[in-house]
T-cell receptor
Framework: DVKVTQSSRYLVKRTGEKVFLECVQD?????MFWYRQDPGLGLRLIYF???????EKGDIPEGYSVSREKKERFSLILESASTNQTSMYLC?????????????FGPGTRLTVT | GENVEQHPSTLSVQEGDSAVIKCTYS??????FPWYKQELGKRPQLIID?????GEKKDQRIAVTLNKTAKHFSLHITETQPEDSAVYFC??????????????FGKGTKLSVKP
């Protein structure tokens, strides 16, 4: 049974703080993803990674960076949090090196920036 | 780049009725189309997917159809039950998967099934 966990369910930070969101998967998946979910906007891809130390920008990478030092862990970093980054953040992983496979989502982190 | 439009944004049906959610995509190279269900307060979970070499796929009360020429695909839920109430997301692939692409999601449809 695939398990994707995220470090926090709820997080409150102040404007300008550096924020780390952690995601860990236990299925040796190649691919990991960070999405942002906002009402009426669906799921928007921030960054994804298809291998250790590899990363690709998604649709809305501005204001974010990522780190993947180990295969099972993918971190999302907000260098200087702003109020417009208040959102639900979802991590996901999938196993395929080629082609398409199911993405398994974590429980989400609801981040509030005040 | 790829754009996915999903309609309707909200859908209310009586228990036992059918529900249909439609999505269109713009990239003719897209070849994978999953549907995710997200119950209130929970994570999205895959309920069914279809690949471009297939026109229709069924799994019990759920079916998905794909029209590659028109670039649209639809989710059909028959004999709806209250536990079908959730937000449903369609998605379309870009690239070739793995290291070479990702999914573009629609904005979601909130389905309410009234007992």
């Amino acid at each position: 049974d695939v398990k994707v966990t995220q470090s926090s369910r709820y997080l409150v930070k102040r404007t300008g703080e550096k924020v780390f969101l952690e995601c860990v998967q236990d299925m040796d998946h190649e691919n990991m993803f960070w999405y942002r979910q906002d009402p009426g906007l669906g799921l928007r891809l921030i960054y994804f990674s298809y291998d250790v130390k590899m990363k690709e920008k998604g649709d809305i990478p501005e204001g974010y960076s990522v780190s993947r030092e180990k295969k099972e862990r993918f971190s999302l970093i907000l260098e200087s949090a702003s109020t417009n980054q208040t959102s639900m953040y979802l991590c996901a992983s999938s196993g395929s090196e080629e082609g398409w496979d199911e993405q398994y989502f974590g429980p989400g982190t609801r981040l509030t920036v005040t | 780049g790829e754009n996915v439009e999903q309609h309707p944004s909200t859908l209310s049906v009586q228990e036992g009725d059918s529900a249909v959610i439609k999505c269109t995509y713009s990239d003719s190279a897209s070849n994978y189309f999953p549907w995710y269900k997200q119950e209130l307060g929970k994570r999205p979970q895959l309920i069914i997917d279809i690949r471009s070499n297939v026109g229709e796929k069924k799994d019990q009360r759920i079916a998905v159809t794909l029209n590659k020429t028109a670039k649209h695909f639809s989710l059909h839920i028959t004999e709806t039950q209250p536990e079908d109430s959730a937000v449903y997301f369609c998605a379309a692939s870009t690239g070739y998967g793995g290291s070479q692409g990702n999914l573009i999601f629609g904005k979601g449809t909130k389905l309410s099934v009234k007992p």
